[in-house]
């Protein structure tokens, strides 16, 4: 299967302060999406990174407090802008596999904010 | 929407027996059940999945049965051991469509006690 990093693979920061968190895969791959984890809780789904257009948003994110770019079909990125300690979470990348509906996801980013 | 909602959310087993984690979920479209594990700070793992055209799958130890008519599936685990000790997430969707996204149910707590 691929291999997805993302960089920061963490980061303290203070409120009012944005953060771009990248992911990278090793191969080219169809879709990518963006998840939060806060601490304790399951994966929500921020929004699916589409190549070339608009970033698709789930209900209760927005693309003015995180903004998503995925310039090809290797690479996307995540800013997580104005940040408030509610923000604090790890967020995760995840990208479609060579089996259909598998997705695999990156090591993680766990922010803090402060 | 896709809701899933899982149970228990924790489970404590003795090294040795078996585990079950059930899952249910809302839309009757949705066609891949996937299952993760993780383990504590590491990213989620995708163990096993199943899909809608199949009542049973089994990886050794690891099996995923569905019931399609009760909208339920099911992870069971056979003479568990120390290392399967983690959160497992079950997750719903419907691949072939537009987004192809997850939706996780809540988690799992599983312990193996030695």
């Known amino acids: 299967s691929a291999v997805i990093s993302q960089k920061p693979s963490r980061d303290i920061c203070q409120r009012g302060t944005s953060l771009t968190i990248q992911c990278q895969v090793d191969s080219q791959v169809t879709m990518m999406f963006w998840y939060r984890q806060q601490p304790g809780q399951s994966l929500t789904l921020i929004a699916t990174a589409n190549q070339g257009s608009e970033a698709t948003y789930e209900s209760g994110f927005v693309i003015d407090k995180f903004p998503i770019s995925r310039p090809n079909l290797t690479f996307s990125t995540l800013t997580v802008s104005n940040m408030s300690p509610e923000d604090s979470s790890i967020y995760l990348c995840s990208v479609t596999g060579q089996g259909v509906g598998e997705q695999f996801f990156g090591p993680g980013t766990r922010l803090t904010v402060l | 929407g896709e809701n899933v909602e899982q149970h228990p959310s924790t489970l404590s087993v003795q090294e040795g027996d078996s585990a079950v984690i059930k899952c249910t979920y809302s839309d009757s479209a949705s066609n891949y059940f996937p299952w993760y594990k993780q383990e504590l700070g590491k990213r989620p793992q995708l163990i096993i999945d199943?899909?809608?055209?199949?009542g049973e799958k089994k990886d050794q130890r690891i099996a995923v049965t569905l019931n399609k008519t009760a909208k339920h599936f099911s992870l069971h685990i056979t003479e568990t051991q120390p290392e399967d000790s983690a959160v497992y997430f079950c997750?719903?969707?419907?691949?072939?469509?537009?987004?192809?996204?997850?939706?996780f149910g809540t988690g799992t707590l599983l312990a193996v006690q030695p």
């Open positions: 199943i899909r809608s055209n199949v």
């Open positions: 997750a719903a969707s419907i691949y072939g469509g537009a987004t192809n996204k997850l939706i």
